[in-house]
């Protein structure tokens, strides 16, 4: 699986790049079909709140997911997406794997 970490307009720690890899590099226990993660972190510094963001695009076959994360830090905006993401991966796996049970043999 392959991750593509995009700061958007600052730069990042090597630190935060290594949690963040490896934080959604654990989500292919939860759908085995995901050929490649891009990730964006935003800090939204146009606000008083400072708030963070994380937006995740999984490439799966079919349809690809989209997740996005939000957090006072980049940490807990990660945290956030990659709950939201193992929750839907975990579904659209489930689907599959129900489609292909129900199928009527030839």
């Given at each position: 699986m392959d991750i593509t970490l995009e700061p958007v307009d600052f730069n990042i720690s090597q630190e935060l790049?290594?949690?963040?890899?490896?934080?959604?590099?654990?989500l292919s226990k939860y759908n085995d079909q995901i050929v490649?993660?891009?990730?964006y972190l935003k800090s939204n510094a146009q606000n008083d709140d400072r708030e963070k963001t994380v937006e995740a695009k999984f490439f799966l076959?079919?349809?690809?997911?989209?997740?996005?994360?939000?957090g006072d830090s980049f940490v807990k905006a990660a945290q956030d997406c990659y709950d939201t993401a193992k929750s839907n991966l975990s579904r659209i796996k489930?689907?599959?794997?129900?489609?292909?049970?129900?199928?009527?043999?030839?």
């Open positions: 790049n290594d949690h963040v890899r490896d934080m959604f590099n654990k490649g993660i891009d990730l076959p079919g349809n690809d997911l989209f997740v996005t994360g939000k489930e689907k599959v794997k129900d489609r292909h049970q129900n199928r009527p043999d030839k």
